[in-house]
């Protein structure tokens, strides 16, 4: 399988001629045929809309062909399925990258007019050649520098500095084709079960949509509902409004309180500001902030197994600050000082590594023999069972993808076990953010997703990964968890 790019115009060959390792080939238009397998079409295009300048990248999500036979099938679309790998790889270059679909025509279209005609179909550049050379194995990859837009149409002064311009840009490119290039290739995906959303996070994210659905927008949410940028962003098209404090909340707004728990100040805030709360929190964190109620209301010290700036840990402290005391690690619980090492329990962060807090909770036991702890472990199922899930799958893969947020506990705990079992792990927001150097050379592929990620960005790196060659899936571990919560009255109610 060995990849390919073609530059339809002499110029564009030559500003990458002497740049790339990958072979280049010109195509000109006239003699351009369909190509399968790898193929990378770098170029330059028209914008269609003026929120793109000249020197922005486009990366086509898909290909569509508006050219006329006999030189091509009107109407043919073809899918980019690598363009959000490619996109990730050149904005870590510094470049303004935008993806969509592009559009190929038979002729030069420059005027307003025509702009606007094939913005309206919901395409944002437009060339002469991209669909005359894509497969239809969803293996292309279209890289094309701006020019001209609407408001600077290929008529104007100026044009030829733009163009030299964007044929510099172009060069610039080349580190990231080569990336492209090497990271080609079949490969084995190896999916964790289970993965992605856990009941707790599906009862959070659907309590604001409720709210959003039987109260209206906006809905004030205090901090992320879970820790994933793609939820916020989502729920934050839909009318929800994420907030630091309740201080920005107008007074008797509605108001949700995120799933990681909030400390009891919190909620005698919102009772002063006469807020109409709505608490998403999860019920196995409430487990926990009832654990510390009880120890403080016998005057016993409660050790919390945590990371100190964690939002749950810092919720669960404020339920008795007086009586906690954190710990984040077998060397902190070795020297820990106790007031009274007689009335002395623990609890934990839900989220935490299974191994390490077992081991920091053994030192306790050790050095406080009258230590009492929770009847069940606080680490909660779906944590315990991700962890497991991935241990699985990174003893078999040469490199595991977590996706997740970077503040997410859970998903970073995924990428330091598969780290912890001697495999490369990374952990991602979406495929975007994958640096295509780690792919190559990795022929199997381990993949879950933390407890707060969609599902649905498993599914869109599954795509883009056979953007790259083809791709065998297979599932390993235990995947059904029948865990679901109730939903807050305040939503489920008629
Ligand atoms: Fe609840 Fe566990 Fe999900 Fe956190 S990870 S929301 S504690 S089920």
């Known amino acids: 399988m060995t990849p390919v790019v073609y530059t339809p115009l002499y110029a564009e ?58 030189q091509g099938e ?18 870590r270059l510094g470049m303004t990258v935008h993806l969509g679909p592009i559009v190929t025509t038979d002729h030069v279209v420059d005027s307003a007019e025509g702009r606007a005609m094939l913005a309206a179909t919901g395409a944002i550049a437009v060339d002469t050649e991209s669909a005359l050379l894509a497969g239809d194995d969803g293996r292309t990859v279209v890289v094309r520098v ?12 100026g044009m030829p500095a733009r163009g030299v311009k964007a044929l510099a840009r172009l060069r610039r490119t080349a580190p990231a084709i080569d990336a492209w290039a090497k990271a080609v290739g079949g490969r084995e995906l190896v999916l964790a079960a ?47 409004v994420f907030v630091d404090e309740l201080d920005a909340v107008p007074e008797g707004s509605l108001v949700v309180l ?29 487990k926990v902030h009832h654990e510390v109620r009880r120890y403080a209301a016998r005057d016993t010290t409660v050790v919390l197994i945590g990371h100190p700036d964690h939002e749950e840990v810092i919720g669960t402290i404020g339920e008795a600050p007086e009586h906690v005391i954190i710990v984040s690690n077998p060397a902190d619980a070795e020297t820990v000082h106790i007031p009274d090492p007689a009335k002395v329990g623990y609890a934990m962060q839900t989220t935490l590594a299974v191994e390490e807090a077992a081991e920091t909770a053994a030192v306790l036991r050790r050095r406080f023999p009258a230590l009492t702890g929770p009847r069940t472990d606080d680490i909660c199922y779906a944590t315990s069972n991700r962890q497991a899930g991935v241990r699985e799958i990174a003893e078999q893969s040469d490199l595991v993808i977590v996706l997740g947020s970077q503040n997410s506990s859970n998903s970073k705990r995924l990428a ?43 599914d869109n790196l599954i795509r883009c990964l056979s953007g790259l060659g083809p791709v065998s899936v297979t599932e390993d571990g235990t995947p059904t968890e029948d865990v679901r919560f109730a939903l807050p009255k305040e939503v489920s109610q008629p």
Request: glycine share 8%.
């Open 13 to 70: 060959y030559f500003a990458l001629r002497d740049k790339l390792t990958t072979p280049l080939i010109r195509t000109g238009r006239s003699r351009a045929r369909p190509t399968q397998g790898p193929t990378l079409i770098a170029g330059v295009a028209g914008a269609l809309t003026n929120d793109i300048a000249p020197g922005d990248i486009i990366v086509a999500t898909e290909i569509r062909h508006l050219s006329r036979p006999p």
């Open 74 to 91: 009107a109407g043919r679309v073809v899918a980019c399925f690598g363009a959000a790998l490619a996109a990730g790889e050149l904005r």
């Open 146 to 157: 701006v020019v001209d837009t609407p408001a600077l149409p290929l008529r104007r002064v």
């Open 194 to 240: 289970p993965r992605s959303f856990c009941a707790g996070v599906e009862r959070a994210i659907e309590t604001v949509e409720r709210a959003l659905e039987r109260f209206g927008a906006p809905v004030y949410v205090r901090r992320q509902i879970v820790h994933n940028r793609h939820v916020v962003n989502d729920l934050e098209r839909r009318g929800a």
């Open 258 to 286: 995120a799933a990681h728990g909030v400390a009891p100040a919190v909620r005698r805030q919102a009772d002063e500001r006469h807020l109409r709360v709505i608490d998403a929190t999860c019920p196995l964190v409430a």
């Open 416 to 458: 330091e076990v598969a780290e912890a079992a001697g495999t490369r792990a990374v952990l991602v927001d979406d495929a975007g953010e994958l640096e295509l150097d780690l792919l190559a050379g990795a022929q199997r592929i381990g993949i879950t997703a933390g407890a707060s990620a969609p599902p649905e960005l498993v």
